[in-house]
């Protein structure tokens, strides 16, 4: 039985959503973060070292990082519908989607959620306006025209594929979600309409409305 540690409003509502795509059955421990850091627990640890979310125990195996799971779990749990033909073009923008979404749009997303909390507790209150200033300065000058690049460069691929790996849904999608949803939260996507009909048809799949429903809503 596959045991997905899900850390709420986490990246690994991912898996979840992944394993309700496969039909595999799994069950979920849930940890809650901490109210004031909102890191994860140290129960974590006892998991895996860095005490991350998402990891999966699958028998023997525990495996962590959300591309690596999506991998393993569509290798053993025949999920050959979610990956394009070997040696096709979707198979090859699938490699990319599958690794950019933690690569290169989670890091800018997550500093991005760091500098916004600069200048708020728990920082020092004496401490607080040089934050706000500090972290105005880096959205303005870095954060913000790095967001609308990657921004522009979704709507762009989006305009020529229903999905990100081709027309057919695919685990890059599933892996491609949490930047989609973090985006959502920190930016105006009005002008984006390929990504807000993408994040719909994520919404409108049966498969990820069942794993919100086991996991929890985001609160990104």
């Known amino acids: 039985m596959i045991t997905v540690h899900h850390l709420e409003n986490s990246r690994s509502q991912r898996i979840l959503w992944l394993l309700e795509e496969l039909g595999v059955e799994y069950e979920i421990r849930t940890y809650r973060r901490d109210p004031e850091t909102l890191l994860a627990p140290d129960a974590l640890k006892k998991v895996?070292?860095?005490?991350?979310?998402?990891?999966?125990?699958?028998?023997?195996?525990?495996?962590?990082?959300?591309?690596?799971?999506?991998?393993?779990?569509?290798?053993?749990?025949?999920?050959?519908?979610l990956v394009p033909d070997a040696g096709t073009l979707e198979h090859l923008r699938y490699i990319h989607w599958l690794h950019y979404a933690e690569g290169s749009?989670?890091?800018?997303?997550?500093?991005?959620?760091?500098?916004?909390?600069?200048?708020?507790?728990?920082?020092?209150?004496?401490?607080?306006?040089?934050?706000?200033?500090?972290?105005?300065?880096?959205?303005?000058?870095?954060?913000d025209p790095q967001l609308r690049l990657h921004l522009?460069?979704?709507?762009?691929?989006?305009?020529?594929?229903?999905?990100?790996?081709?027309?057919?849904?695919?685990?890059?999608?599933?892996?491609?979600?949490?930047?989609?949803l973090a985006a959502e939260s920190r930016a105006d996507l009005s002008h984006y309409p390929n990504i807000r009909k993408v994040l719909q048809n994520m919404r409108d799949r049966p498969a990820y409305q069942r794993a919100i429903e086991k996991g929890g809503e985001f609160r990104l």
């Open 48 to 81: 895996h070292p860095l005490g991350k979310s998402p990891v999966i125990t699958d028998d023997a195996h525990t495996v962590a990082e959300s591309g690596a799971i999506i991998e393993y779990l569509v290798a053993r749990y025949d999920g050959e519908a």
């Open 105 to 143: 749009a989670m890091p800018l997303l997550v500093m991005r959620l760091v500098f916004s909390r600069l200048g708020k507790s728990p920082m020092p209150a004496i401490l607080r306006p040089v934050g706000k200033l500090l972290a105005n300065g880096v959205h303005r000058k870095f954060l």
């Open 152 to 180: 522009d460069y979704w709507e762009s691929e989006l305009r020529q594929t229903a999905w990100f790996a081709g027309n057919d849904f695919s685990a890059a999608d599933i892996q491609m979600s949490f930047p989609l």
